[in-house]
């Protein structure tokens, strides 16, 4: 078990080796029993994404949850459904066995808590896996019976996301938009959204990694351009994420979906106590466009936990709140307090709509900068990386709330921090000058 990855982003693990179906049982039991009342069974939702190691964890799952709780399986759902699902069909909690953005020999599990549902802190992080160290398997228990709203689930949250955009004008557009969905847990959630909102949709199917960044995304260009479509979108295998390939079949990087997102909320919602929120590693040109509009800009730590939480406390103080992460995540407190594509998607054609530009051409009104991103194994001391990190660019403005970043007085800036999800070490630089950036990099990759 040492050699999960445990965070506020829930446990990730090699599916067959730090994670399996005994271990999957154990920590299922641990959520139970830390959400189990005296006088009732609390209502569980489960879903998984469609890495072909999820049957077997779910089974584990369900055992261990099932002295403890009443289980609705939502069966092959993305992760902000099953979120949004957790208020929508009134629920206490809920478990996603995905894991995300990691490459494909990875799973995981996603819990959530709540009314707003979001997922577990650090702090119950730590006492779950107290508790599933404690837990014992039961491989020969009966099957737990379940109730299937699938169905359900897939509805309320479509039907909660054309609520809150413009259908109408959206429709007019009659956008023709190609998808690669990664074969996930989305696929169906996007096809049916997309055809609500009058678009004609280009089905891509592309055996790719999970993560939605331009390497990954050959197909969707390809087929954009093809199929001559307005524009193109790329979701991760449980669709928390959204990428964007303009109509040119350009990828602009998972960044510009929240740049692009962000700026037409603020032009939405043109007046009032507006705050955006996002992490340290997300581009300044969100900085810039809250600036423009004159909204408050909150910058938490990297983590889905630490961004609920602010636009929480902001929608409790009346605020207009919204934002999200530089990863393709979006925000959007109305519809719930995680990142949701489904959201991302509409909110993108509305934009379009709105200024009735393409997509190339919005994206270039936007402030410009470029991002290099990448990973290294992480070793052993990482304070000193840090430090040497630090050392080598001298009179940089320095900030270790996570990991190291460094800012410079002309707006780049430098991230480097441990992963999350993966053993892994990223960083990630931006700046104006693009060949100063790729020369940071390489510094960086040098120590």
Same mark, same amino acid.
């Given at each position: 078990?040492?050699?999960?990855?445990?965070?506020?982003?829930?446990?990730?693990? #090699?599916?067959?080796?730090?994670?399996?179906?005994?271990?999957?049982?154990?920590?299922?039991?641990?959520?139970?029993?830390?959400?189990?009342?005296?006088?009732?069974?609390?209502?569980?939702?489960? &879903?998984?994404?469609?890495?072909?190691?999820?049957?077997?964890?779910?089974?584990?799952?369900?055992?261990?949850?099932?002295?403890?709780?009443?289980?609705?399986?939502?069966?092959?759902?993305?992760?902000?459904?099953?979120?949004? &699902?957790?208020?929508?069909?009134?629920?206490?909690?809920?478990? =996603?066995?995905?894991?995300?953005?990691?490459?494909?020999?990875?799973?995981?599990?996603?819990?959530?808590?709540?009314?707003?549902?979001?997922?577990?802190?650090?702090?119950?992080?730590?006492?779950?896996?107290?508790?599933?160290?404690?837990?014992?398997?039961?491989?020969?228990?009966?099957?737990?019976?379940?109730?299937?709203?699938?169905?359900?689930? #897939?509805?309320?949250? #479509?039907?909660?996301?054309?609520?809150?955009?413009?259908?109408?004008?959206?429709?007019?557009?009659?956008?023709?938009?190609?998808?690669?969905?990664?074969?996930?847990?989305?696929?169906?959630?996007?096809?049916?959204?997309?055809?609500?909102?009058? =678009?004609?949709?280009?089905?891509?199917?592309?055996?790719?990694?999970?993560?939605?960044?331009?390497?990954?995304?050959?197909?969707?260009?390809?087929?954009?351009?093809?199929?001559? =479509?307005?524009?193109?979108?790329?979701?991760?295998?449980?669709?928390?994420?959204?990428?964007?390939?303009?109509?040119?079949?350009?990828?602009?990087?998972?960044?510009?979906?929240?740049?692009?997102?962000?700026?037409?909320?603020?032009?939405?919602?043109?007046?009032?106590?507006?705050?955006?929120?996002?992490?340290?590693?997300?581009?300044?040109?969100?900085?810039?466009?809250?600036?423009?509009?004159?909204?408050?800009?909150?910058?938490?730590?990297?983590?889905?936990?630490?961004?609920?939480?602010?636009?929480?406390?902001?929608?409790?103080?009346?605020?207009?709140?919204?934002?999200?992460?530089?990863?393709?995540?979006?925000?959007?407190?109305?519809?719930?307090?995680?990142?949701?594509?489904?959201?991302?998607?509409?909110?993108?054609?509305?934009?379009? &709509?709105?200024?009735?530009?393409?997509?190339?051409?919005?994206?270039?009104?936007?402030?410009?900068?470029?991002?290099?991103?990448?990973?290294?194994?992480?070793?052993?001391?990482?304070?000193?990386?840090?430090?040497?990190?630090?050392?080598?660019?001298?009179?940089?403005?320095?900030?270790?709330?996570?990991?190291?970043?460094?800012?410079?007085?002309?707006?780049?800036?430098?991230?480097?921090?441990?992963?999350?999800?993966?053993?892994?070490?990223?960083? #990630?630089?931006?700046?104006?000058?693009?060949?100063?950036?790729?020369?940071?990099?390489?510094?960086?990759?040098?120590?």
């Amino acid at each position: 078990m040492s050699a999960l990855i445990i965070s506020y982003s829930g446990l990730r693990g #090699i599916a067959g080796e730090s994670l399996t179906e005994g271990v999957a049982e154990r920590y299922g039991a641990a959520f139970g029993q830390m959400i189990v009342e005296p006088e009732r069974k609390p209502t569980v939702l489960v &879903a998984r994404d469609t890495r072909p190691s999820g049957p077997a964890l779910m089974r584990g799952l369900l055992r261990g949850l099932a002295p403890y709780a009443t289980l609705v399986d939502l069966g092959v759902a993305a992760t902000p459904t099953l979120q949004h &699902a957790i208020g929508s069909l009134v629920a206490d909690a809920g478990v =996603c066995v995905t894991a995300s953005h990691n490459p494909s020999q990875w799973n995981g599990l996603k819990l959530f808590l709540g009314t707003p549902s979001v997922v577990l802190g650090g702090d119950d992080m730590k006492r779950l896996t107290q508790l599933a160290e404690r837990a014992v398997e039961n491989p020969h228990a009966p099957a737990p019976p379940v109730t299937d709203r699938h169905e359900a689930a #897939i509805e309320r949250h #479509i039907a909660a996301v054309l609520a809150a955009v413009d259908v109408v004008k959206i429709k007019e557009r009659r956008f023709r938009v190609a998808v690669d969905s990664a074969g996930g847990a989305g696929d169906i959630l996007a096809q049916r959204l997309l055809a609500r909102l009058g =678009c004609h949709v280009v089905r891509v199917e592309a055996g790719r990694e999970s993560e939605p960044i331009p390497a990954n995304l050959r197909a969707l260009a390809d087929a954009v351009a093809a199929e001559k =479509c307005d524009l193109g979108f790329a979701q991760d295998l449980d669709a928390d994420r959204l990428a964007l390939a303009t109509e040119w079949g350009d990828l602009p990087g998972e960044d510009s979906t929240l740049v692009l997102t962000v700026d037409h909320l603020l032009r939405r919602h043109a007046s009032g106590d507006r705050v955006v929120v996002k992490n340290v590693a997300t581009t300044r040109a969100i900085d810039d466009i809250a600036a423009a509009h004159g909204a408050a800009l909150v910058e938490t730590k990297v983590g889905e936990i630490n961004l609920s939480r602010a636009l929480i406390s902001a929608t409790d103080a009346g605020k207009i709140a919204f934002g999200g992460e530089g990863n393709g995540g979006v925000i959007y407190p109305k519809i719930l307090y995680g990142r949701d594509s489904a959201i991302g998607m509409a909110l993108v054609l509305e934009a379009l &709509a709105t200024e009735n530009e393409p997509l190339s051409k919005r994206l270039q009104a936007l402030p410009q900068y470029h991002m290099v991103k990448t990973k290294m194994p992480l070793g052993s001391d990482l304070r000193a990386l840090l430090a040497r990190v630090e050392a080598l660019f001298e009179g940089a403005a320095a900030d270790r709330s996570d990991g190291l970043k460094l800012r410079f007085t002309d707006g780049a800036w430098i991230v480097v921090r441990a992963s999350n999800t993966e053993p892994v070490v990223r960083v #990630i630089v931006e700046a104006k000058d693009k060949g100063w950036a790729e020369r940071a990099v390489a510094r960086i990759l040098a120590l």
